[in-house]
Structure formats: C-alpha cells, structure tokens
C-alpha cells in the first residue's frame, strides 16, 4: 500500500512538473512577444510601405493629374531638383516617382517613431492631413481653387491612412 501511494506521489510530482515547464515556457513565450512588441518596425518593412506607396499613389497621381483634377503631376516633386519645364519631362516624371518613394519612405519612418504604436484608426487620418498642410505651404495653398483642394486633401488623406493602417496594423501584429 505505501508503494501504491509513493507511485501516486511520484505521479502527482511529476505532473507538476509538467506544468512549471509548461508554465515557463509559456512565461518565456510571453517576454519574446514583448520583446518584439517593443522593436520597432524593420527597415525592410519601411522599404516595402514606400515600394507600395509609391506604386499605388504614384499610379493615382498620374491619373488625377491625367485627368485634370490636379495641377500637381509626378513631376512637380522633381521641381525639387529641376525647373518647372524639365520637371513636365519624362525624366523629370521618373525623378519625381524617385523623390515620392524616398518622400514615402520618410513619411514611414516618421510616422513609426511618432505614431507606430497607437492602435487608433483615425491617426493616420491626422498624419495625412499633416502632410497635406506642409505639401500645401510648400505649394501655394491659398491659390488653389476648391477641386485642387479637395483633390489634394484626399490624396494626401487616403496617403497618411495607408501608411498609418499599415504600419499600425504590422506593430500590433509583431
């Protein structure tokens, strides 16, 4: 009888032990996802947000701008660099897709410093909207008619959503 009840000790000892190994690995598994949760968000993830951006808000740029919705082509953020008349060139349109994807990129890294780690939907909103007020002071805001200024503000404000859903969504998922 008393072997019967030193198996069942033994048993009973060795099924807690099972669970303090269970239980540390979880409490293992825990502090590798804080860990991570505190990381910030890698540069290839950055590269990624700025290839997509430059992709799908470039293509829509062109085409507002096709479209005379905007008087702002692909070209004007070569103006930057070039006068008004090479930036209408092709060359000057392919200098402005590579000033909006390191203007992209940018706007990612700043958005992932200041605001990464909200999980409120509306902050890319506010960050679009930001960058809309310094394109606009950039650009002569006061003279834009009203359909360059609700052209503008919703391309910069569907801009700032996709980079901040994005980058919001892909902190929280680490």
């Known amino acids: 009888m008393a072997s019967g009840s030193e198996k069942e000790s033994i048993g009973t000892y060795y099924c807690r032990g099972d669970r303090i190994v269970e239980m540390t690995k979880t409490r293992e598994a825990t502090e590798n996802r804080s860990k991570q949760r505190s990381s910030r968000i890698s540069a290839t993830k950055l590269l990624e947000v700025a290839f997509w951006g430059t992709v799908f808000w470039g293509i ?3 085409v507002l701008h096709f479209l005379h919705f905007t008087p702002y082509g692909l070209g004007t953020y070569a103006g930057l660099f070039l006068n008004k008349a090479d930036a209408k060139t092709p060359a000057g349109t392919l200098l402005g897709v590579l000033t909006l994807f390191l203007a992209t990129f940018l706007a990612s890294l700043v958005y992932s410093l200041l605001l990464g780690r909200t999980r409120i939907w509306w902050s890319g909103l506010l960050f679009g909207a930001i960058l809309f007020v310094v394109f ?39």
Do not use: C, H, P, Y
Request: no cysteine; net charge negative.
């Open 60 to 62: 829509g740029r062109l």
């Open 136 to 174: 606009g002071a950039f650009f002569g805001i006061e003279n834009w008619k009203n359909a360059t200024l609700a052209t503008e503000s919703t391309w910069f404000l569907s801009f700032g959503l996709f980079v901040g859903m994005t980058l919001s969504l892909e902190q929280s998922d680490l």
